[in-house]
T-cell receptor, first 114, second 117 residues
C-alpha cells in the first residue's frame, strides 16, 4: 500500500529565505506526483505536477524535483514571502492500470515571518 | 474560467438528518473525485467517477454514504443519516482524462464544511 510522508509537519522561517519541503513515498511505481497549496478554509491549489519520466518542474520561485528510485520529492521555494504561508501537500498517483486516485501526505504547514 | 464549484460552503445539521453536498466539475473534465479532509486522517478519497460512471467507491465509509453523477456537469454526495463523526470538509475535484495532452492534474473546489451536532 502506497504511503506518503511529509516532514516536517510545520516549518517557520524568516522572509527572504530559500527553503525546501520534503515528501517521501513508499512505492516507486507512480504515474505522477503533484504538489498542492492549501490556504486556511480553502481548497487545494495545484502548484506543480511532475510526470514519472521527469526529474523536475519549475514555476516562478517554485521548483519541484522527483527521484522515483529513492521515493523522494522536494519542493524548493526561493526568496520566501509572507504570502507563501500555507499548508503544502504532495500527492502521488500510483501506477496501476485504471487507477486515478491520489495518495496524499499529511502536509507541511509553512509560516513565513515578515 | 470557472473552477470546480461546490455547494453549500458550510452546513450545520443535527445528527440523523440527511445531508446532500453538490459539485459542478470544470467543463470538459470527465473524471470527478470526492475527498474528505479531517485533522486526524488528512485527505481521504471517498469515490471517483469516469465519464459519470463510479469507478472506485472503496473509500466510502459506510452505507450511509452514497454518491451519484447523473450527468457530466453535476454530482452529489449524500449522507443519510448523518452522525457527528461525519463532521469534516468534503472536497470535490475534477480532472481531464486520457490523451497525450492530459497530465492527470487534479483541480479542487473550495470544499463544503460539514458540522453534525
Amino acid at each position: 500500500k502506497q504511503e506518503v510522508t511529509q516532514i516536517p509537519a510545520a516549518l517557520s522561517v524568516p522572509e527572504g529565505e530559500n527553503l525546501v519541503l520534503n515528501c517521501s513515498f513508499t512505492d516507486s511505481a507512480i504515474y505522477n506526483l503533484q504538489w498542492f497549496r492549501q490556504d486556511p478554509g480553502k481548497g487545494l491549489t495545484s502548484l506543480l505536477l511532475i510526470q514519472s519520466s521527469q526529474r523536475e518542474q519549475t514555476s516562478g520561485r517554485l521548483n519541484a524535483s522527483l527521484d522515483k528510485s529513492s521515493g523522494r520529492s522536494t519542493l524548493y521555494i526561493a526568496a520566501s514571502q509572507p504570502g507563501d504561508s500555507a499548508t503544502y501537500l504532495c500527492a502521488v498517483r500510483p501506477l496501476i492500470q485504471g487507477a486515478q486516485k491520489l495518495v496524499f501526505g499529511q502536509g507541511t504547514r509553512l509560516t513565513i515571518n515578515p | 474560467d470557472a473552477g470546480v464549484i461546490q455547494s453549500p460552503r458550510h452546513e450545520v445539521t443535527e445528527m440523523g438528518q440527511e445531508v446532500t453536498l453538490r459539485c459542478k466539475p470544470i467543463s470538459g473534465h470527465n473524471s470527478l473525485f470526492w475527498y474528505r479532509q479531517t485533522m486526524m486522517r488528512g485527505l481521504e478519497l471517498l469515490i471517483y467517477f469516469n465519464n459519470n460512471v463510479p469507478i472506485d467507491d472503496s473509500g466510502m465509509p459506510e452505507d450511509r454514504f452514497s454518491a451519484k453523477m447523473p450527468n457530466a456537469s453535476f454530482s452529489t454526495l449524500k449522507i443519510q443519516p448523518s452522525e457527528p463523526r461525519d463532521s469534516a470538509v468534503y472536497f470535490c475535484a475534477s480532472s481531464p482524462r486520457g490523451g497525450a495532452a492530459n497530465t492527470g492534474e487534479l483541480f479542487f473546489g473550495e470544499g463544503s464544511r460539514l458540522t453534525v451536532l
